[in-house]
């Protein structure tokens, strides 16, 4: 069976990454969440006092700081100064500086080479931004998942509060997302992109399962 890799890309919220996540498990590949990444140098640059936006001190960032990607029983942990940062992640305020961050070239090309390198090792189904469109264009399957914003919104915030953080209301949920998709989408640097041979897939439509099974049906058969 050769290496081959799913791109599964979506805004912020789309159910992507749950998406991604039990298709790689059905399959038995592995799973690359790209924006945990991301989030991992807005966590730096939080830690630092440094402003995500500020290009120079970014930069300085980049080159002292040491990031890793581990897979500890298949799953995903990200390494921060050897700190295991993992959990540390998932919070509103990261979310707005891995956004901010993420705009930044010196940032991004750190991170693409990391994802390109781990990818081609073995079979991989990885969600992002600009995976099928900058990544890995060569991928051999590749995916757009959506969902209207209200929507994302209320699945955060009910992922926020399942982890116990009240930080936001709904609104404050929205317009974050509101910010990041509208940031996320127009930077001038690999922003999100729906290529045009992906394949749509509104997880309105369905159940979790029923998303997963509907991504599945274009798979075919590696043996
Ligand atoms: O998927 P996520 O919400 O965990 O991503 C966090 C941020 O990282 C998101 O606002 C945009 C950025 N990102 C990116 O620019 N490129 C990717 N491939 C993945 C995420």
Same mark, same amino acid.
């Given at each position: 069976?050769? @290496?081959?890799?799913?791109?599964?890309?979506?805004?912020?919220?789309s159910?992507?990454?749950?998406?991604?996540?039990?298709?790689?498990?059905?399959?038995?590949?592995?799973?690359?969440?790209?924006?945990?990444?991301?989030r991992?140098?807005?966590?730096?640059?939080?830690?630092?006092?440094?402003?995500?936006?500020?290009?120079?001190?970014?930069?300085?960032?980049?080159?002292?700081?040491?990031?890793?990607?581990?897979? @500890?029983?298949?799953?995903?942990?990200?390494?921060?100064?050897?700190?295991?940062?993992?959990?540390?992640?998932?919070? !509103? *305020?990261?979310?707005?500086?891995?956004?901010?961050?993420?705009?930044?070239?010196?940032?991004?090309?750190a991170?693409?080479?990391? *994802?390109?390198?781990?990818?081609k090792?073995?079979?991989f189904?990885?969600?992002?931004?600009?995976?099928a469109?900058?990544?890995?264009?060569?991928?051999?399957?590749?995916?757009?998942?959506?969902?209207?914003?209200?929507?994302?919104?209320?699945?955060?915030?009910?992922?926020?509060?399942?982890?116990?953080d009240?930080? *936001?209301?709904? $609104?404050?949920?929205?317009?974050?997302?509101?910010?990041?998709?509208? *940031?996320?989408?127009?930077?001038?640097?690999? !922003?999100?992109?729906?290529?045009?041979?992906?394949?749509?897939?509104?997880? $309105?439509?369905?159940?979790i399962?029923?998303?997963?099974?509907?991504?599945?049906?274009?798979?075919? $058969? $590696?043996?």
């Open positions: 069976m050769g @290496i081959y890799q799913i791109a599964v890309d979506g805004p912020s919220g159910g992507k990454s749950t998406l991604a996540k039990g298709v790689a498990k059905a399959l038995g590949i592995m799973y690359l969440d790209t924006g945990a990444m991301y991992t140098c807005g966590l730096a640059a939080i830690k630092k006092g440094i402003d995500p936006k500020d290009e120079d001190k970014v930069r300085s960032l980049m080159e002292e700081m040491n990031l890793e990607v581990k897979f @500890i029983d298949g799953e995903q942990r990200m390494i921060l100064d050897g700190e295991d940062v993992t959990g540390s992640i998932r919070t !509103p *305020q990261v979310s707005v500086a891995a956004s901010d961050i993420s705009a930044q070239p010196v940032v991004r090309t991170m693409v080479d990391m *994802q390109r390198t781990i990818a090792e073995q079979s189904v990885l969600d992002g931004r600009d995976i469109s900058n990544v890995l264009p060569d991928a051999k399957y590749k995916f757009y998942v959506t969902a209207k914003a209200s929507t994302r919104a209320e699945r955060r915030l009910k992922e926020l509060n399942e982890k116990g009240f930080s *936001q209301n709904y $609104e404050e949920v929205l317009r974050d997302i509101e910010y990041r998709d509208e *940031q996320d989408m127009n930077r001038e640097f690999a !922003p999100l992109t729906q290529v045009p041979e992906a394949i749509v897939i509104n997880t $309105e439509d369905y159940t399962e029923g998303t997963r099974d509907y991504l599945l049906s274009f798979i075919k $058969e $590696e043996n």
